[in-house]
């Protein structure tokens, strides 16, 4: 049978983002009968899998398919980094090399690791584009070596990512802005990521559980952020934002899948807030489901995204969003979303308390954001990648 290599981003990477995006869309290939076999080059980081009695669901995450383990050659702990570029720009490239061979079509998940293409060997490649961050950080000011030898793998990656058959994005707007990156809009193809049907449905308890866990009061008005503390991700708004509503409210400010940075938490230390924030680094699904329960509000001040999967998982967890809408993240949200312009914590200040003060506008918003998250499913994801699939097979 035909066999499909999907490339997934390495268990060290701890991006649960993308590895949701692995596990689901293999896991929904697989299962659908496309008509070809589908591999996986690597293993898939644990934290997205669900537990089953106690204990979570696959093998046990390596480093990739064989045991090969990098760290007996790169030393761990304080080189990590090292460690890290080792895997993806040695050791993982040498294992899709072997693992090509017998396959006629590749895929990889992540444009990051668009300088695998040429050990496909020749063989059709399609790349999800989740974004063209490299393209802007390589627009950006360089300050240091770490920044040039950083750029230095940008440019390789970004001059492989060229030669793909095929791409796959989330949204129209990522289409318009990689066909003009690209000067060539034929070969892509946008296909919208799901939301996991298990967010619809969490038990009615999980709030105060996950209230009482995290030391949050019960009457608190909780403000959810959800994914990485990147620059992009406009973290110092965030935080100034829930310091102007503690003036008026007792309000909690919720951080999920990723780690304060140094000046994020000087800003939280410096307005305040540092008894009233929670963090949740890496969070497996349950506790992520449980913290949209917990909150109140999602807020996405986002300065740059190419789709926005944590509009839709609030929009199944029965969550208002107020977001920038920025890049895809108007196109994911429709009408289910309050769209603050611009970068004034005052102006999203407005618009939560606005909200907080309208029921029937949450009402509203949560009814027709439960109602576009269903129409976004992982499997709808998988017919739509399997049709690209098909047409360069």
Known sequence: MTRVLLVPDLPLERWPAMDKYAHRLHDWLESSGPGFEVRLAAYI??????????????????????????????????????????????????????????????????????????????????????????????????????????????????????????????????????????GDERRIHVVPFGVDRAMFSESPGARLRGRTDWRIPEDAFVVLHVGSTAERKNVPLLVQTVARLRAEADAYL??????????????????????????????????????????????????????????????????????????????VGGDAVVVVEGRDPAAYVAALEQLSDDVTRQEELVERGQARARRFTWQKTAEQTAAVYRKLL
Do not use: C
């Open 45 to 182: 980081g644990d934290l997205t899998r669900e537990a089953r009695n106690g204990r979570r669901s696959g093998a046990t995450p390596k480093w990739w398919a064989r045991e090969v383990d990098p760290a007996r050659i790169v030393l761990p702990g304080p080189l990590v980094g090292p460690q890290r570029y080792a895997a993806r720009y040695f050791f993982y490239p040498w294992r899709l090399k072997l693992e090509a061979r017998r396959a006629a079509l590749v895929h990889i998940l992540d444009h990051t690791y668009a300088h695998m293409l040429p050990s496909a060997r020749r063989r059709p490649v399609v790349v999800t584009v989740h974004d063209l961050m490299p393209v802007i950080v390589l627009r950006s000011p360089t300050d240091g070596w770490r920044e040039g030898l950083r750029n230095r793998f940008l440019r390789q990656a970004l001059k492989a990512l060229r030669q793909a058959q095929a791409y796959v994005v989330g949204t129209e707007w990522l289409k318009r802005e990689l066909a003009t990156w690209l």
């Open 254 to 331: 919720l951080q999920v899948g990723g780690r304060f940075t140094g000046d994020q938490e000087q800003l939280i230390e410096r307005l305040g807030l540092r008894r009233y924030v929670r963090s949740v680094p890496f969070a497996d699904e349950v506790t992520l489901r449980r913290a949209y329960r917990a909150a109140d509000v999602l807020l996405y001040p986002s300065l740059y995204e190419g789709f926005g999967v944590q509009v839709l998982e609030a929009f199944a967890s029965g969550l208002p969003v107020v977001t920038s809408g920025a890049g895809g993240l108007k196109e």
